[in-house]
């Protein structure tokens, strides 16, 4: 049992942390673990009245996680350990008196902790001491690596969010970003925003996939979300390929390419079913479409347009939307949903209530 233990917890070892590709719908206990975990502080989150406090509560889980990772894969080699440890008792001096005193051998050993006061004098009791023994240095060695890694990923994904508040706004909106983009004669700097967006999206592909972890990161600055940043983005082009005339469309089109691959990956991961919906409405098109003419753009007749933006926003706005929901991201313009914030309309009750 401890040996089968072991070999388990190597194997998620090593398809959480050593595996240096997306390991998408691939089994691993620990994630298995943590997203269980997540339904349950999520639910505590957004029952808080204070958006501020929600936020910070949410915010702690990427951090917390990792830590809950490594302990939870620790305390299992511990057992693990334990186990093998308690069937070679006959080769430990003194003999451990009991199962406790042959996990308190194992804990002492992986830390390492040990003060001597037993001692391996078989060669099997000698050979799993020694594993033991390297097993919590590379443990160590690994979580060092990964919080590397992890926070490297992190930082790079934050700047380019950060970058896009001031030409899309924050909450950050795919019109108001083509908007400025005219209003102000920055075509250039649409184009490369379209380019720097298509490598954010592949960087996110690789890194997030390969570390899930990453995803219950939350971006730092107020009225800023990785997720509705990068849907801003994904409208903008949309609505370039779709409603109006522009230079910067074979950007638009390459940075959505990279754009859907990304949701596909995702909705593939999470099992998330995509609809042939555009989740916009009709009126709220037809509004962005009026807002992109006055700021200069030339754009299609309104019911080509329309159905083109409509196509081709299905392929990516269910699944985003239902991963902004599972992460309780606060919605911004066209992404998100808000029925996971039940406590906005508890907080009007207690106000009205208050006023009466």
Same mark, same amino acid.
């Given at each position: ?49 204070? *958006? ?40 430990? $001096?003194?003999?451990? +008196? ?26 099997? +009791?000698?050979?799993? *001491? ?9 443990? +160590? ?42 209003? $102000? ?27 899930? *972890? ?6 730092? $600055? ?33 940075? +959505? ?23 916009? &409405? ?62 906005? &309309? ?11």
């Amino acid at each position: 049992g401890g040996l089968i233990l072991c070999l388990i917890i190597f194997y998620d070892l090593f398809q959480s942390v050593v595996l240096p590709r997306p390991a998408v719908n691939k089994f691993a206990l620990v994630r298995f673990v943590l997203r269980r975990i997540w339904v349950g502080w999520r639910w505590l989150g957004n029952r808080m009245s204070s *958006i501020s406090r929600r936020e910070t509560w949410l915010a702690a889980f990427g951090p917390v996680g990792v830590l809950t990772m490594f302990g939870l894969w620790g305390l299992a080699l511990v057992l693990g350990y334990s186990l093998l440890i308690d069937g070679l008792r006959d080769q430990i $001096h003194p003999p451990p +008196a009991n199962f406790g005193t042959s996990l308190y051998f194992s804990a002492t050993t992986l830390v390492p902790l040990s003060y001597g006061d037993l001692v391996p004098i078989g060669e099997g +009791a000698r050979f799993v *001491i020694f594993a033991e023994s390297a097993t919590g240095v590379i443990l +160590a060695a690994l979580a060092i690596t990964l919080l590397f890694s992890l926070y490297g990923s992190f930082q790079a994904r934050e700047e380019s969010v950060v970058t896009l508040d001031a030409i899309a706004g924050a909450p950050p909106s795919g019109v108001q970003l083509l908007e400025n983009a005219a209003e $102000h004669g920055m075509h250039e700097e649409l184009v490369s925003t379209f380019d720097e967006w298509r490598k954010w999206a592949a960087m996110v592909l690789e890194s997030h996939l390969a570390y899930p *972890i990453l995803l219950f990161f939350r971006s730092s $600055h107020d009225n800023e979300a990785w997720l509705n940043s990068f849907g801003a983005v994904m409208d903008a082009a949309t609505l370039v390929m779709s409603t109006v005339d522009d230079k910067s469309e074979g950007s638009a089109r390459l940075m +959505a390419k990279v754009g859907n691959h990304l949701v596909e990956d995702l909705a593939w991961y999470f099992n998330y079913r995509r609809f042939d919906d555009p989740i916009v &409405e009709r009126s709220e098109f037809d509004q962005a479409r009026e807002r992109l003419g006055k700021a200069g753009y030339r754009c299609h007749g309104s019911e080509d347009a329309w159905k083109e933006f409509a196509r081709l926003r299905s392929r990516y706005a269910s699944p985003l939307n239902q991963l902004a929901q599972q992460l309780s991201i606060i919605p911004a313009q066209w992404i998100g949903d808000r029925t996971y914030l039940p406590h906005l &309309e508890r907080g009007r009750g207690r106000r009205r209530r208050r006023e009466k």
